[in-house]
C-alpha cells in the first residue's frame, strides 16, 4: 500500500509538471501545490522501517498513542478555558475602572489586556505559560494589581499543571507505550507459532506423499525413491533440507532404530535436521563428547584395577 501511494504520488507530479511546462497553467497556487506535492517524496524515508524493527516498533508505539493523545489535548484544553474563564473576568472588571487612554499608557495595564484581555488571549497565555514560551513571573506580576485571588490562581494552575496533569499524561504515554510493545511481542511470539504450525502440516503432507504402502511408517527403499524423485527432492529442499545420502538421513531420523520412521519419529527428525547448526546443537554435542570421555576414562581405569587384582 505505501509503495503504491508513492507511485501515485509520483504519477500526480509527472503531470502536474508537464502541464506547467506547457505554459498551459501558470497560476502561483498552481505552482505551489507541485512544490508541496514535490515535498511529499521525503515520506520514502519511512520505508527503512521495514529494515530496523526498533524503528517500526517504536513508529507503531506513537501511532497506537494518537488516540491518548488527542483526549490529553481535550483535557488539557477543559482544564485551560476552566482557569481562562475565571481569569478573564477578574481582569476584565479591573480594567473596566480605567478609560482607554490610561491602560494604553500603563505598561502593567497594557500587559494585563495583552495577557488576560479576553478568554481566548488568557488560553494562549496559559497555553504559553505551561510550555514556556513565556516566563510565568511577567504574566503573573500584573495580576497582584487585579486582585488577591488571581495571582493565587494562576501560581495554582501552574503547580497543578506542572506537578499533576503532565506527569499523569507522561505516564499515561509510558503505559500505552508498553502495552503496545507487549502487544507487538505477543504478535511475534503468535506469528511463529503459527509459521511453526504451517510448517508441521507441511511435514505431514509430506509424510504422507513419501509413505507409498500408506502403512503410516516409512522405510529406508520408500526414503530412497523420494530422494531420486525430482519433484519430491526439490520440494524436500524447499523445506529446508539439504540433499544427502538415503541411508545417513534414514539413520538420523530413526531415533529407536526400528528399521522404519514413523510420523512422530519423522516430525521431531525434520524439526531438529533442519537448518545449519545452532550455537546450542553444538554445545549440546561436545557436553555428549565430554560425559563419554569421562565414561571411557572411568571404565578404563576400573579394567586396569581389575587386572591389577587378578
Known amino acids: 500500500v505505501f509503495d503504491l501511494l508513492l507511485v501515485?504520488?509520483?504519477?500526480?507530479?509527472?503531470?502536474?509538471?508537464?502541464?506547467?511546462e506547457s505554459t498551459a497553467v501558470q497560476s502561483m497556487s498552481f505552482i505551489s501545490g507541485l512544490k508541496t506535492l514535490k515535498m511529499l517524496r521525503i515520506i520514502r524515508i519511512f520505508r527503512i522501517f521495514k529494515f530496523f524493527k526498533q524503528l517500526a516498533l517504536l513508529a507503531v508505539m506513537i501511532m497506537d498513542s494518537i488516540k491518548e493523545l488527542a483526549w490529553a489535548i481535550i483535557m488539557v484544553c477543559i482544564i485551560m478555558y476552566v482557569?481562562?474563564?475565571?481569569?478573564?473576568?477578574?481582569v476584565s472588571l479591573h480594567l473596566k475602572k480605567f478609560d482607554?487612554?490610561?491602560?494604553?499608557?500603563?505598561?502593567?495595564?497594557?500587559?494585563?489586556?495583552?495577557?488576560?484581555?479576553?478568554?481566548?488571549?488568557t488560553v494562549y497565555t496559559l497555553m504559553q505559560v505551561m510550555l514556556g514560551g513565556v516566563s510565568w513571573h511577567e504574566v503573573l506580576d500584573p495580576l497582584f494589581d487585579v486582585d488577591?485571588?488571581?495571582?493565587?490562581l494562576l501560581l495554582f494552575y501552574i503547580m497543578f499543571v506542572m506537578l499533576c496533569v503532565m506527569n499523569i499524561i507522561t505516564g499515561?504515554?509510558?503505559?500505552?507505550?508498553?502495552l503496545s510493545a507487549k502487544l507487538q511481542r505477543d504478535y511475534m511470539?503468535?506469528?511463529?507459532?503459527?509459521?511453526?504450525?504451517?510448517?508441521?502440516?507441511?511435514?505431514?503432507?509430506?509424510?504422507?506423499?513419501?509413505?507409498?504402502?500408506?502403512?503410516?511408517?516409512?522405510?529406508l527403499d520408500e526414503l530412497q525413491e523420494m530422494l531420486e524423485d525430482d519433484n519430491l527432492s526439490a520440494y524436500f529442499r524447499v523445506l529446508g533440507f539439504e540433499a544427502v545420502e538415503a541411508e545417513r538421513l534414514f539413520n538420523l531420523l530413526d531415533a529407536d532404530g526400528s528399521g522404519t520412521i514413523d510420523l512422530d519419529e519423522f516430525l521431531a527428525g525434520c524439526t531438529r535436521l533442519k537448518g545449519p547448526a545452532r550455537s546450542m546443537d553444538i554445545h549440546a554435542l561436545m557436553q555428549e563428547c565430554r560425559k563419554l570421555?569421562?565414561?571411557?576414562?572411568?571404565?578404563?581405569?576400573?579394567?586396569?584395577?581389575?587386572?591389577?587384582?587378578?
Open 8 to 20: 501515485l504520488l509520483a504519477f500526480v507530479e509527472i503531470i502536474m509538471s508537464s502541464a506547467v
Open 83 to 90: 482557569f481562562a474563564v475565571s481569569l478573564t473576568s477578574n
Open 100 to 121: 482607554a487612554g490610561e491602560v494604553a499608557g500603563n505598561a502593567d495595564l497594557t500587559n494585563l489586556h495583552r495577557h488576560f484581555g479576553s478568554v481566548l488571549s
Open 148 to 152: 488577591f485571588i488571581s495571582p493565587i
Open 172 to 178: 499515561v504515554f509510558v503505559d500505552n507505550a508498553l
Open 189 to 219: 511470539v503468535e506469528k511463529e507459532l503459527y509459521v511453526k504450525e504451517r510448517y508441521i502440516k507441511q511435514l505431514r503432507a509430506f509424510f504422507k506423499t513419501v509413505d507409498y504402502s500408506g502403512d503410516g511408517e516409512v522405510s
Open 293 to 310: 570421555l569421562r565414561f571411557v576414562e572411568t571404565t578404563g581405569a576400573a579394567k586396569v584395577g581389575v587386572q591389577a587384582i587378578k
